[in-house]
Each structure stands twice: as structure tokens, then as C-alpha cells.
């Protein structure tokens, strides 16, 4: 389920307000405001809702001026936590307990029968304009949203929410809902323990509950800005960085009624202004760059907590609160959680079918989104939540949520069962690039291929060095003791670089076993060997972690390892960066082939020749995908050389420079004419992107090893 995430731009960022409930209960929207002190209805927090959704379908559209959209998910966090918080903060003074049941059932009736309607659609959808690929995909993505866990799957792997673009997964927004859930099932549990506390020992509710929930949000916000640094495409998902958002909704709603109804009107509407600037300056200034949440996360939610505050009290005398209050912009508001389950599916359907999106197309698909929100607003939302039987009966409610979980869990098992089954080849007779001795022409077709499209991406089939940690993670700094081959052997080979570099594992593995080679491998995720600064787009910032295991792995192989042959590669495709900015294309592949001959005369100074592996063509399609739906007519799928060729040949050109380095040109056995194959004898080519199968590199085991210098040659060894 990678790119993931696989992460563009994609997710649904914005969704705990859209679920959250009115501070009316299950009554209703009333025409009129209830006044705000007596915890009734606020139409202004439900035109803020409209705000919140429109500036997310706007970033997802792709308007260039709406950046940081994104934010609208942090307002609606901030609204979560104000109405439960408030909901269930005046029945703990009313009552003494809570009513667990009846909040539950209010929750399932409202959120989850909407759900199962979507995911319905998305599984329809699915099995129709899907390759079985994508299809596998959904079946497991549609599971993890009925489940309310599609946060921690992203999260766990860490998917790439800004380079995800409209190739994410139909049902990705669900994390935001996930989030939601899971605080409904920590929220009432912690209020209910403070106020049995504070009735055993006669401290008060509200302060105490000030002192936890204050604690809790400074703890979040803490481990937010802390994980934001650290890794955050696995920050922007998680419940615990996002929790201060909620608790900062919650301490506002201690805030005492009479306190914020004595606030002036006109500092009343000078703190509605702030905090709608607030807002607006996120969704404007903000990009897919900017380190998110962490403490950026503090400008919209501040925001989100003034533009409610003004409104406590006085809110007719807030400017903001009354255009907030206006009717076009309630309804939206009132239909911002059926609009955003059903606006993201749309936008990923249309690019399956028509290609990337423009904005302009972005909006269209937005606009015909609307018809099934207002529908499925009316003729289910609506009148599951007022339905009286339900109302009446909480256990009745509950187990409606969880006819509905079930069926949704259902429905992504539905589809995986419809997912189209590619017969696998035995691993042990497929012939690979031997086919291309006998007179290679593109493979027509295919009864079996291995690994087969669905397969291609499991760890099973990926290199060793995958399982075994030794090809470091985003984070990861320090490359552990990976050795292969015969640990003993005098004959020490070293693989140094990324992901283009590591996917020669598998043939360098065989290698080492026939010739008796000592095996280290050295490689980590999105890091030239080129000595460049470069942007890591999964952490979203400098990737200072990439200079550091760099710099130490250069010092490693020279100075501890003796090698006799070094083998590298990178991808052609890195953005060198000077000051902290991205270099103009011209000027960062000249700055990355300065950096990759200084890496290399590195390398050389060891004594030991070295090998540069340029980087295969690169595809235009995904050919997994591609493969898995065409079996019979693998020419779909082939590409033109030419066009995959476009990138700048940096792996060349540093190995022309540098004395003692033998450029490896794997072309004619990838792409050996005009037209670049998806298959070759049985073997699917490439697993991603320009990732090659291990399948497919082990049968160019021959050939790798012709055209590798001989180890025993070396310098480090002879002199």
C-alpha cells in the first residue's frame, strides 16, 4: 500500500469538525443561534466548518494560491475538541456521569452508515476502472478505513502524503476520520476518570481538567515538534502528534460562558479578524515544504481558537462570526462531512481515467462532488441521526456501527476476492535477460510472469538488504555490519549508494557466492553518493541525516574496509540544493556531477577500482500496474527508449572525469531496442518507478559480472 503511498496531492487532510458533533445533540439544527452561554447551537462554528472545508478542496483541486489548504484539517481538529469537550463537560455538571451508550450510538449513527455508502461507491469504482494492482491496494485501504486505522498504516509506512498526487488510494482521506474516532474513544474515558476524581475528592471539574488537558496538549505539541523533525511523513499522521490540536479545542471549552460574554464587541471582532487571518495566512503561505505539523500547526489552530472565542460571547458584534453565520456558508458547513467523504474519491477517478488534473478540471470534479454530498446529506446522514428508534434505544445505534464496520471490512474483502489473479511463473524457470542471447523481441504476451504485479512490491521479492536493515530508512544514519558472501574471503567488494544502487544487490549477492567475494552493503533511501545537498520530500525539509551516513560510510570503506572493487550508482533525477534552495535543473546537474566525482576520487583514493552503474531508462507508466491488466498484450506496456533516456546521464558523466572509474551502461540488456519491454522472458522488469524486479537483476548475473573490473587488479590489494 505505498505511495504509498502511498501520501499530493491527495489525502484527505481535514475531518475531525466535519464529524464532530453539534453542540445541540441529536435535535437538530435549529434556524436560530441558541444563546452561546447555555452551550446551544453556534451557526458560527458551523460556517467555520465551511471554511475549513472549502480551503482542503481547494488545495485538492491544485489552486496554486491555496498552498496550505491543508490546514483545514488543524481547524477542524480544534472544532472536534471544543464540541465534544463541551458536549460532554455539561453532562458531567448536569449529571455527575456520563451516558458512554448514548454518546457511542450518537457517533455510529451519524458517522459510520455515510461510510459504508462511500467505501461502496470507491469498491464499485474500483473494480471497474482499476488494474488488479490498484485494485489489491484499495481492497486493504478500504479495510483500514472501516476500521478507522488508515492513520497508523500511513503513518507505519511512512507514505509520502506530498508526492502521492492523484495516484493515492480513493480512500486515503479516511486517516482524518481515524484520528476522529480514535479520540472518541479516549476523550469521554478521560473526563469520565477526571470527574469521578473530582467527586471523590471535591476538587473542581473545571480545574482540574484545565491541569490534565493543558498537560496533554503541552505533551502532544512537544512530541509533535520533536517527531516533525525527525520523520515527518510518519508526524503528519499520527493521533499523538495531532492530539494537542484537540485538547486545545477542549480547554477552550472550560473556558466559563459568562467570562467570554463580557468581552466587548469590539475586541470581540478584533479577535475574530486575527484569528481568520490566522487561518487564511496558513492556507496561503503555506506549501507541501513547509515542516507540518509541528509548531507551524500552532498558527491555524491559535487562529481557529480566536475566530471561536469571539464568537462565546457576543458573537453578532464579530464581523467574522456574522459572515460566518450566513446562511450559504452554514450549509456547507452543515454538508462538510458527506462533501469531504465524497469529493477525494471523484478526483481520483477522474485522474485514472483522463491523467493528471488541472486545477480547472480539479474544480469541475469538486462541483459534481457536491450533488452526491447534498444527496447522501439528506437521504442518509440525516435521517439516521434523527431517527427516534435509535435515538430511543443507544444499543440499537451501536449495533448499527457495528453492522457497518462489519460491512465495510466487507466490502474490501469483496473487492480483493474480484481482484483478477496474474499466474505466477516458478522463479527457477524463468529465463530473464537469457532471452535476449537468442535474438530479443518485446514479449507479446505472457501465461505466468514472476514476480507476478501484485507480488512485485513484497519484501519477499524486494533485495535482501531490504529485510536484513541494511538499506537505511529516512532517519537512519548509521549503516549496520552487513556482510555477504564468504566473511573470510580476501576479496572484499563494497555497494555504495541509494535504491538505484542497492537493486543490484541481488546479482552482486550471486556473485560473491561464485567467486568468493567478502559483500558489504552500504545504501540508504532517497541519498545520492554524490556529495550534494539535497530535499528529502518524506521528511520534508534539509536531508541532513543523508551528509552524515554519507560522509561516514565514505570514511568507512576507505579507511576500515581495504576494498578491492566498489561498486555504485544513484538515480539521475536529484535536485542539488545551495542555501537552503533547490538549484535551477541546469545548475544542480552540474552541481550533482561536481558532487558524484568528489565522492568518487573518494572512493578511488581507497586504491580499489570503481564501478558506476548508470541508472536504468526510466518508465512513463507504472508497468506493474500496466502488466497486471495486459498479460495478453505486454506491448501496452512497453515504452519508448528514447523518452526514458531524456534524463541527464549524471552517472556518465562523473565516471568520464574520474581516472580508474569503468562506467557500467545496463541499456542493452533493459532496453535493448527502440522500445523498452515491460517483460523479459517471464521476468517482470521492473517492480516501481525505475526500480528493477530482484527477479529480473539476478538473471543479469552473467552480465553484470562482464562487465565488472576484476577484483583481483586492485591496487589496495597488489600495492
Known amino acids: 500500500m505505498r505511495k504509498v503511498l502511498a501520501l499530493a496531492l491527495a489525502l484527505r487532510r481535514f475531518g475531525p469538525g466535519l464529524a464532530g458533533g453539534h453542540s445541540s445533540g441529536d435535535k437538530g ?65 448536569k449529571t455527575g456521569t456520563l451516558h458512554l451508550a448514548r454518546f457511542y450510538s450518537r457517533r455510529a449513527k451519524r458517522l459510520l452508515p455515510l461510510t459504508v455508502v462511500v467505501l461502496a461507491f470507491v469498491v464499485a469504482l474500483s473494480w471497474l476502472l482499476f488494474d488488479p494492482v490498484r485494485m489489491d491496494e484499495t481492497s486493504f485501504g478500504v479495510v483500514a478505513a472501516g476500521l478507522y486505522v488508515m492513520n497508523w498504516l500511513l503513518a507505519v509506512e511512512a507514505a509520502d502524503y506530498f508526492a502521492a498526487g492523484l495516484q493515492a488510494s480513493p480512500v486515503q482521506h479516511f486517516w482524518t476520520l481515524a484520528v476522529e474516532e480514535q479520540f472518541y474513544l479516549v476523550w469521554p474515558a478521560l473526563l469520565f476518570g477526571v470527574g469521578w476524581w473530582c467527586s471523590r475528592t471535591g476538587r473542581g471539574l473545571r480545574p482540574t481538567l484545565a491541569v490534565v488537558l493543558g498537560g496533554f496538549a503541552a505533551a502532544s505539541l512537544a512530541y509533535s515538534a520533536h517527531l516533525t523533525q525527525a520523520e515527518a511523513g510518519a508526524a503528519y499522521f499520527s493521533t499523538l502528534t495531532r492530539g494537542w490540536e484537540l485538547a486545545l479545542g477542549g480547554l477552550l471549552a472550560l473556558a466559563p460562558a459568562s467570562a467570554l460574554g463580557r468581552v466587548p464587541g469590539w475586541a470581540a471582532g478584533a479577535l475574530a479578524w486575527t484569528g481568520l487571518a490566522a487561518i487564511a495566512f496558513a ?28 464568537g462565546s460571547g457576543t458573537w453578532q458584534a464579530a464581523s467574522p462570526s456574522r459572515l460566518l ?56 446522514e440525516r435521517p439516521f441521526l434523527h431517527a427516534r428508534e435509535l435515538t430511543r434505544y443507544p444499543r440499537k445505534a451501536l449495533a448499527l456501527g457495528g453492522a457497518c464496520t462489519v460491512a465495510s471490512v466487507a466490502l474490501g474483502g469483496l473487492l480483493f476476492a474480484l481482484t483478477p489473479i496474474v499466474p505466477e511463473a516458478p522463479e527457477n524457470r524463468v529465463a530473464g535477460a537469457a532471452a535476449l542471447r537468442d535474438g530479443h523481441r518485446i514479449q507479446k504476451g505472457a501465461e505466468a510472469v514472476h514476480p507476478t504485479p501484485r507480488e512485485a512490491e513484497k519484501k519477499e521479492n524486494r533485495p535482501r538488504m531490504y529485510a536484513d536493515g541494511c538499506h537505511l530508512d529516512l532517519p537512519e544514519t548509521e549503516s549496520p555490519a552487513c556482510v555477504y558472501g564468504n566473511p573470510s574471503s580476501e576479496r572484499t567488494v563494497v555497494l555504495f549508494g541509494d535504491s538505484h544502487a542497492m537493486q543490484w544487490f541481488p546479482a552482486l549477492d550471486e556473485l560473491a557466492k561464485q567467486r568468493d567475494w567478502r559483500l558489504l552493503g552500504f545504501s540508504k533511501s532517497a541519498c545520492p553518493p554524490a556529495r550534494i545537498s539535497v530535499y528529502s520530500a518524506g521528511l520534508r525539509r534539509e536531508y541532513r541525516e543523508c551528509e552524515e551516513w554519507r560522509e561516514g560510510t565514505l570514511g568507512r570503506i576507505v579507511q576500515k574496509e581495504n576494498p578491492d572493487l566498489i561498486v555504485t550508482s544513484m538515480l539521475n533525477r536529484y535536485r542539488a540544493r545551495e542555501d537552503g534552495k533547490g538549484l535551477d535543473r541546469d545548475a544542480s546537474n552540474q552541481a550533482v556531477v561536481e558532487g558524484y566525482v568528489s565522492t568518487l576520487e573518494k572512493l578511488r583514493s581507497s586504491g580499489a577500482p570503481v564501478a558506476v552503474i548508470e541508472d536504468v531508462p526510466r518508465p512513463e507508466k507504472n508497468v506493474p500496474e500496466c502488466v497486471s491488466r495486459s498479460l495478453d498484450n505486454l506491448q501496452n506496456c512497453a515504452f519508448p527508449r528514447d523518452k526514458a533516456l531524456e534524463e541527464p546521464r549524471i552517472n556518465a558523466r562523473a565516471a568520464e572525469e574520474v581516472g580508474g572509474a569503468t562506467l557500467v551502461d545496463p541499456t542493452p540488456v533493459v532496453c535493448p531496442e527502440e522500445t523498452c519491454p515491460a517483460v523479459i522472458g517471464d521476468a517482470l522488469v521492473y517492480r516501481n518507478g525505475a526500480h528493477l524486479t530482484r527477479t529480473y537483476v539476478v538473471t543479469l548475473t552473467p552480465w553484470l559480472g562482464e562487465q565488472l573490473p576484476d577484483p583481483a587488479g586492485s591496487e589496495a590489494r597488489s600495492g
Open 29 to 93: 439544527l435549529p434556524e436560530s443561534a441558541s444563546p452561546p452561554a447555555s452551550g446551544g447551537f453556534r451557526p458560527d462554528v458551523e460556517g467555520l466548518r465551511a471554511v475549513a472545508v472549502v480551503a482542503v478542496l481547494l488545495y485538492h483541486a491544485g489552486v496554486p494560491s491555496v498552498g496550505g489548504g491543508y490546514v483545514g484539517v488543524d481547524v477542524f481538529f480544534v472544532i472536534s475538541g471544543f464540541l465534544i469537550t463541551g458536549l460532554l463537560l455539561r453532562e458531567l455538571e
Open 283 to 310: 492556507a496561503h503561505r503555506f506549501g507541501d515544504d513547509t515542516l507540518f505539523p509541528g509548531t507551524a500547526a500552532l498558527i491555524p489552530t491559535l487562529g481557529t481558537v480566536a475566530l471561536i472565542a469571539a
Open 325 to 380: 453565520a450566513l446562511g450559504p456558508v452554514r450549509h456547507v458547513g452543515r454538508i462538510s462531512y458527506s462533501w469531504y467523504l465524497w469529493h477525494w474519491p471523484p478526483l481520483v477517478f477522474a485522474a485514472e481515467l483522463w491523467g493528471k488534473l488541472s486545477p480547472v478540471e480539479g474544480l469541475a470534479v469538486l462541483a459534481v462532488s457536491y450533488l452526491p454530498a447534498v444527496l447522501a446529506h439528506r437521504f442518509v
